[in-house]
């Protein structure tokens, strides 16, 4: 069920575990981003970065949360799973590329991995 009135000041918590739970965070961000302000392409660069970093949890740890948190100046995500955290060692695939990517549509993103998990956080800021 998608939220139809969204109260774009308010902190929202979405547990995601599988796709479907991706889609539907997915677009009630991208909606929150559009009546905060944000531009089309910032809507969708917004949504194409959160889709990466909880298809990560799903992938690497059987999900996680993903948190919205409106700012004075545009949107803070926080992304957290309690998998065994990020490491390169027998990575072969991916190695990070996904990340690159989000890196380069936020204006922030900083990552704390360690053994109990990781928490991925976003910035977009209204230009």
């Known amino acids: 069920m998608v939220e139809t009135m969204i109260d774009p000041m308010r902190e929202k918590v979405f547990h995601v575990r599988n796709m479907a ?33 909880a298809g990560n949890a799903v992938k690497y740890a059987g999900g996680g949360t993903v948190e919205v948190h409106p700012i004075e100046q545009g949107l803070e995500i926080v992304c957290r799973d309690s998998g065994s955290g990020m490491t390169m060692t027998g990575v072969s695939h991916g190695l990070g590329i996904g990340l690159k990517g989000v890196w380069n549509m936020m204006d922030d993103l900083s990552i704390d991995t360690g053994k109990d998990g990781t928490c991925v956080r976003i910035r977009k800021l209204l230009r």
């Open 21 to 53: 739970g991706i889609i539907t965070m997915r677009e009630s961000v991208r909606k929150i981003a559009e009546i905060i302000g944000f531009d089309l392409y910032d809507q969708h660069r917004i949504a194409t970065a959160i889709s990466e970093l």
